[in-house]
């Protein structure tokens, strides 16, 4: 589904919080600021996912992890539309003040599908 310009703000911050949208296309609605702090904010998600992960003790590789120190990509894979929905929580914190808003948000939304 195509969203079309006269969509609601409220409506926008339900699909992110259902993970129906991705990290780029949710960074793409705010400001630079506020996306800066998106991008923090899910950061910190995603090094969550990494911890986790590692400490399952089961890596992807024979040689152990190979993102020490850093996000790994598999885990968050895993994880799937959960991983979209905990972004989607933090960025709907910062959409939710229209001060966040990139002015451009909802010709920008219309160009993403919805699944």
């Known amino acids: 589904m195509t969203l079309d310009v006269h969509v609601a703000p409220e409506q926008v911050m339900k699909y992110a919080a259902d993970g129906a949208l991705t990290k780029h296309a ?62 989607g929580a933090e960025w709907a914190t910062l959409f939710a003040d229209a001060a966040n808003r990139d002015p451009s948000w909802r010709l920008t939304l219309s160009g993403y599908e919805i699944a």
Request: aromatic letters at 4%; charged letters at 30%.
């Open 26 to 87: 949710l960074g793409t609605l705010l400001s630079a600021p506020a996306r800066r702090r998106f991008t923090e904010a899910c950061a910190r998600v995603e090094a969550q996912y990494t911890e986790a992960c590692r400490a399952e003790g089961d890596p992807c590789l024979e040689s152990g992890c190979s993102m020490e120190g850093e996000r790994c990509l598999q885990p968050l894979l895993r994880a799937g539309t959960e991983y979209h929905k905990k972004c």
